[in-house]
T-cell receptor, first 112, second 119 residues
């Protein structure tokens, strides 16, 4: 069964600290893996998208890694800011045109 | 990138009534999707809105409950019919064009969502 599991479910960190979110998937065949940020009351916004041949991709303070062999991905946030408080969703795509598989997300709270 | 306007952004509705959600995209796109996001849950695909033909529904969702229109390549509507409190959720419109320009790995873009509360 195609699944995407994320951990932790929620996380609280102090402003300025780093954190890493995890994503494990069992989707096959695999086309790409995406990380989205969803602010409260808003739709998800893309942070990164990686194909099976890419190991890492950065977008500002966000760095995503992918190990297609172990089917694991991580999202590292550096020097967190209050505006990073949001839900971070890992999404895996099979072949082009097929439905995306969404994780439940990790809720990150950054406090001052 | 695609800019999606979704409305209403939120609504409170009486049970037994229906609500139609609109999704307008600033460019022509091949694929438009409707998702539901229940509290604390991941996004669940309701259906794929096909231009010029009936929508394709996922398991657990039926056309009588969630009729969808797709009159052209930039617009779609989702109706939540005969609502009950269990339909309270966020409904999201999304677009993606995986074959645009021959590219395989395009992004999915989402509307801001419609937060529906049924009382």
């Amino acid at each position: 069964k195609n699944q995407v599991e994320q951990s932790p479910q929620s996380l609280i960190i102090l402003e300025g600290k780093n954190c890493t979110l995890q994503c494990n998937y069992t989707v096959s065949p695999f086309s790409n893996l995406r990380w989205y940020k969803q602010d409260t009351g808003r739709g998800p916004v893309s942070l990164t998208i990686m194909t099976f041949s890419e190991n890492t991709k950065s977008n500002g303070r966000y760095t995503a890694t992918l190990d297609a062999d172990t089917k694991q991905s991580s999202l590292h946030i550096t020097a967190s800011q209050l505006s990073d408080s949001a839900s971070y969703i890992c999404v895996v795509s099979g072949t082009a045109g097929t439905a995306l598989i969404f994780g439940k997300g990790t809720t990150l709270s950054v406090s001052s | 990138s695609a800019v999606i306007s979704q409305k209403p952004s939120r609504d409170i509705c009486q049970r037994g009534t229906s609500l139609t959600i609109q999704c307008q995209v600033d460019s022509q796109v091949t694929m438009m999707f409707w998702y539901r996001q229940q509290p604390g849950q991941s996004l669940t695909l309701i259906a794929t809105a096909n231009q010029g033909s009936e929508a394709t529904y996922e398991s657990g969702f039926v056309i009588d409950k969630f009729p969808i229109s797709r009159p052209n390549l930039t617009f779609s509507t989702l109706t939540v019919s005969n609502m009950s409190p269990e339909d309270s959720s966020i409904y999201l419109c999304s677009v993606e064009d995986p074959w645009a320009g021959g590219r395989m790995n395009t992004e999915a873009f989402f509307g801001q969502g419609t937060r529906l509360t049924v009382v």
